[in-house]
């Protein structure tokens, strides 16, 4: 049982190249999350998907796009990246109603 | 969602107990009182949650007052690898209308020290 897994772990990104991030998760979960964290800062929510083929925005979604065509994985897309999306992004999962979520190990993401 | 605060840091003795406070003067009928941590460079990780009985599980306590504005998270044997931000989190659990979004604030960075 991995959990919830991202790949990948680092990357380095020109500003207006494009990337997507994925996540996976074993455990069945309805709901997936991402997060971005940026320095002596807590977690912001980026965007969410409440079951498969749904998604959502969260506190901070510009710049972002996101899909969730199967249950088990939710994918974060960067389409022109900027210095500003410099950050940890994390990924989430919790079961529908469910209280804890469960996080991934992180993506270091640098925008030069 | 109502807010939290929390002391930014605190330091603790290696084998004592940890007692992390944590206020939530707005808190609502409905929302529970959740911990999370997080350890350098690693994803947040679930602790505990409660609503308004104290809880205990495998890693920790959580002491919720009888008015529930505030509330403290016990780690009773604390070893060097607890160091870690531990946040403090109020929150709206199940129903159809939760999204299940946590929102983490500054939380407490406990250094526990040999």
Redesign the interface.
């Known amino acids: 049982n991995a959990g919830?897994t991202q790949t990948p772990k680092f990357r380095v990104l020109k500003t207006g190249q494009s990337m997507t991030l994925l996540c996976a998760q074993d455990m069945n979960h309805e709901?997936m999350?991402w997060y971005r964290q940026d320095p002596?800062?807590?977690?912001?929510?980026i965007h969410?998907s409440?079951g498969e083929g749904t998604t959502?925005k969260?506190e901070v979604p510009d710049g972002y796009n996101v899909s969730r065509l199967k249950k088990q994985n939710f994918l974060l897309g960067l389409e022109s990246a900027a210095p500003s999306q410099t950050s940890v992004y994390?990924c989430?999962s919790?079961p529908a109603?469910?209280?804890?979520?469960?996080?991934?190990?992180?993506t270091r993401l640098t925008v030069t | 969602d109502a807010k939290t605060t929390q002391p930014p840091s605190m330091d603790c003795a290696e084998g004592r107990a940890a007692n992390l406070p944590c206020n939530h003067s707005t808190i609502s009928g409905n929302e529970y009182v959740y911990w999370y941590r997080q350890i350098h460079s690693q994803g947040p990780q679930y602790i505990i949650h409660g609503l308004k009985n104290n809880e205990t599980n495998e890693m920790a306590s959580l002491i919720i007052t009888e008015d529930r504005k505030s509330s403290t998270l016990i780690l009773p044997h604390a070893t060097l690898r607890d160091t870690a931000v531990y946040y403090c989190i109020v929150r709206v659990a199940g129903g159809s209308s939760n999204t299940g979004k946590l929102i983490f604030g500054q939380g407490t960075t406990l250094q526990v020290k040999p």
């Open positions: 919830v709901y999350y002596g800062m807590g977690l912001r929510l969410y409440v959502a969260g994390f989430a919790s109603w469910g209280n804890e979520q469960y996080f991934g190990p992180g």
